[in-house]
């Protein structure tokens, strides 16, 4: 099942050619993009995400999205939608044609959650470190290079999980030269040590997860505490758990990494997704 909506609220069908060939988002991925879970017709954090899209924008200097069309964009979606009770719901905004008057391109995408994705929420996953080629101070030393911004251009971060599937694993996480420990490519890190959580800080150049803060929010009011601090590799081994975080995956935990087997934290993921849901 898949729903789609222009920006400017018509329905169109997701199967039909739309956009234009000259739309700089496809040509040079140019523009930005957020992927909101939506449950039983409610869509989880969309203040947040709509503040992500808007810092992603101004990131990329284009110009506002407009929030008010995405709002009543994501009703329409959301009024049409006739398939199962969980969505993954992504929002659109690109430069708009090259050459053109410089209006963005918008457009809101329902589809269904892959099976591959709800099987991993249950199983957990394999995962491999691999280099990012990107050091601390780097966000803040060059802005262009648009790290932490969810901008379409995904290339390369679709080709590091497809190295992980080459590894004989199915996500990835990402360290900088030196190995301290990112993000996952579509996904934020967490780990947890008894009722600790702790996750990569945002300076190091990766973008600032809302299940993350979510997550972070629902423990802080169970007494857990949490931390936004660097991680090193090896502390993937020694924490309790290790969990790859994001809107569509919820909360998933990685059961192997590097082909080592991480101690066993099935018990916890559940402590950690009881949390998660408590939040909504
Ligand atoms: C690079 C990256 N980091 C983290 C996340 C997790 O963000 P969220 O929890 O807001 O979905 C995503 C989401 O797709 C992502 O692409």
Not at 22 to 38: A, K, M, N, P
Not at 217 to 229: D, L, Q, S
């Amino acid at each position: 099942m898949r729903v789609l909506v222009l920006l400017d609220g018509t329905p169109a069908d997701p199967d039909a050619p739309l956009i234009r060939v000259d739309d700089l988002g496809l040509l040079r991925g140019d523009g930005v993009f957020e992927t909101i879970l939506v449950v039983d017709g409610e869509p989880r954090e969309l203040g947040p995400h709509l503040d992500r899209l808007a810092r992603s924008a101004a990131m990329l200097d284009l110009p506002e999205p407009d929030r008010a069309a995405f709002e009543r964009t994501v009703d329409v979606v959301l009024d049409r939608w006739a398939g199962g009770t969980e969505i993954a719901l992504k929002l659109v905004h690109t430069r708009g044609v090259e050459g053109g008057d410089g209006t963005p391109t918008g457009f809101a995408l329902a589809t269904d959650i892959s099976p591959k994705v709800l099987a991993q929420r249950v199983e957990g996953i394999a995962a491999v470190t691999l280099d990012r080629g990107i050091e601390p101070g780097l966000a803040e030393r060059a802005p262009w290079l648009l790290l932490g911004a969810k901008s379409l251009s995904y290339a390369v971060n679709m080709a590091a999980v497809r190295e992980a599937e080459r590894r004989g694993a199915a996500e990835v996480v990402f360290t900088t030269s030196s190995g301290s420990v990112l993000e996952g490519p579509t996904s934020t890190l967490i780990t947890a040590r008894g009722r600790h959580l702790t996750t990569p800080p945002a300076e190091l150049g990766i973008l600032p997860g809302t299940t993350q803060a979510a997550l972070f929010r629902a423990a802080e009011r169970e007494g857990w505490t949490t931390e936004v601090a660097p991680i090193d590799v090896a502390d993937l081994y020694s924490a309790d758990g290790v969990f790859l975080v994001s809107s569509v995956r919820k909360i998933t935990r990685v059961h192997t990494l590097d082909g080592k087997a991480l101690p066993d934290s099935a018990e916890l993921h559940a402590r950690l997704d009881a949390l998660y849901e408590s939040e909504y």
